[in-house]
């Protein structure tokens, strides 16, 4: 499962709350976030999406670091989880690296 939303719009509370309530229910779900921080590129987008680091002049170079870090965080959390009968909760996935790297982003 996938939760979109605008910065401080609340999704990250809105999945805890999720989270908790499966686990009360006795469903075993792994909590994700994207850009992953543990994995290919992870720390160097945060930077770049916190501003404490430029930006790639060339916006395609942004977008293989989102999908080089989709790739690793796929094979290294996702699908083990997902292999595992675990519900994965992903607080942003595809959309939001679409909105990340839009052109008039930056």
Request: overall charge positive.
């Amino acid at each position: 499962m996938d939760i979109e939303g605008l910065d401080g719009c609340g999704q990250s509370t809105q999945i805890q709350l999720l989270v908790q309530r499966l686990a009360r229910l006795g469903t075993s779900a792994v909590l994700t976030k994207e850009p992953a921080e543990d994995c290919l590129s992870g720390p160097e987008i945060r930077q770049i999406l916190k501003k404490e680091k430029p930006a790639p002049k060339n916006q395609i170079e942004l977008q293989k670091m989102f999908v080089a870090n989709r790739k690793d965080h796929l094979q290294k959390v996702i699908i083990p989880a997902l292999a595992d009968g675990k519900m994965v909760i992903t607080d942003r996935y595809f959309w939001s690296t679409v909105a990340f790297v839009w052109p008039s982003r930056n």
